[in-house]
């Protein structure tokens, strides 16, 4: 039970606070935890939206993979002397998607994630993402408030 957790991280004080709890179940538990970042690319559509070039739209994507690094770096830190495997991925891609199939992939068995994001948008009470996981995803999920 809870041998391997998936953890999405988008660098906000909830999915800190996700990770925190992911990382005191998994000590009780063993458990690997694979902390993951999901980047959502600029695609085509914007280019035909806006005359951006294929250039600028490549460099805005790059700058993007740049901040998922980052962030899982950051969690790695803050997950300095976890005593069970642990793996950190950058995925690309709708979210909570990604989120799904990365958990069905890996045959994950719990989602510990944040309630609210980046994006915090106060009248919501939980954010797009924590409420498409929750809702289909077919392992146990924990949202942390
Ligand atoms: N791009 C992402 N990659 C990985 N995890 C994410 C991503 N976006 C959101 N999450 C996870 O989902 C939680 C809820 O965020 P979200 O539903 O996007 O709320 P908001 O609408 O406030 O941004 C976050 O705390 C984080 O755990
Ligand atoms: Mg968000």
């Known amino acids: 039970m809870y041998s391997k957790i998936i953890v999405p991280v988008d660098g906000s004080e909830s999915a800190w606070r996700a990770l925190e709890n992911a990382k005191a179940i998994g000590e009780k538990f063993s458990s690997e935890l694979i902390v ?5 690319p600029y695609n085509n559509a914007a280019l035909l939206a ?3 070039d294929h250039s600028t739209i490549a460099q805005g994507n790059s700058d993007l993979e740049r901040i998922g690094d980052k962030v899982l770096e950051m969690a790695k830190e803050r997950l300095q002397g976890y ?3 642990l793996e950190f991925c950058l995925e690309t891609g709708h979210p909570s998607e990604r ?3 990365l958990s069905k992939k890996l045959g994950a068995d719990a989602i510990i994630l ?8 106060a009248e919501f009470f939980l ?3 924590s ?7 077919e392992v146990p999920v924990l949202i942390v408030k």
Do not use: E, F, H, M
């Not at 944040?114 to 948008?121: E, P, V």
């Open 131 to 137: 409420s498409k996981v929750s809702q289909y995803a």
């Open 36 to 40: 993951v970042n999901v980047v959502q």
């Open 99 to 101: 989120i799904i199939a």
């Open 127 to 129: 954010g797009s993402v």
């Open 83 to 85: 005593p069970y495997p």
């Open 50 to 52: 806006v005359p951006l």
């Open 114 to 121: 944040g309630s609210r994001g980046l994006s915090g948008i």
